[in-house]
């Protein structure tokens, strides 16, 4: 959403320029969200949740199919549209898999699944449905099931060469490095 608004800013529409700054470490901006958040009650993230999607639908009817097709700031090569699957339900698919996985592996599995379906169904772009697949093995490749991951991160590298390139420095499929699949899959083509 960050990227959305900062693309309206520099465009010279409404938009917190503050938002145009790089994130910077993903992992620090998460462990600083959880401490604010942690001991909220469950009623009040789900009004704030709510909440957020409204903001986000009302942001998003506002945008030009010009501007959705623009360059990301900051992200050579990609299109600002792209933000979009993985700010939303990508993003919460992939929460919601950390906390089902402290209870339950069978709803964050069931979570992740959805995220990838919806990438699947929801956008004709090939590299979208790569990248869903990508995400997907990744998930798979951090609890070290490689009899999942690696399936969908093939049917990504099918869709997407390149794919290949961010596995094989992707901290997620390190439990998976001394797989002989995985080592084949990431060889050169």
Request: with cysteine; net charge negative; charged share 25%.
């Amino acid at each position: 959403m960050a990227s959305l608004r900062c693309g309206r800013t520099r465009r010279g529409r409404a938009g917190p320029a503050r938002l145009c700054q790089t994130w910077g470490d993903e992992h620090a901006q998460n462990a600083a969200t959880y401490a604010r958040d942690r001991e909220k009650p469950a009623a009040q993230v789900l009004a704030e949740a709510d909440a957020s999607w409204e903001r986000l639908e009302l942001l998003l009817s506002g945008l030009d199919d010009a501007l959705l097709r623009s360059a990301r700031p900051g992200r050579p090569g990609q299109l600002l549209w792209e933000v979009i699957p993985g700010d939303t339900y990508q993003h919460l698919a992939e929460h919601l898999g950390y906390f089902h996985g402290d209870t339950g592996l069978k709803a964050a599995d069931d979570a992740q699944e959805w995220a990838c379906e919806l990438a699947l169904g929801m956008v004709a772009d090939p590299r979208s449905h790569a990248v869903a697949l990508y995400n997907l093995g990744c998930y798979y490749a951090r609890r070290g099931d490689a009899d999942r991951a690696l399936p969908r991160l093939q049917a990504g590298i099918a869709l997407d060469p390149s794919v290949a390139e961010w596995a094989s420095t992707d901290p997620d499929f390190a439990p998976l490095r001394a797989d002989s699949r995985l080592t084949r899959l990431l060889q050169p083509r």
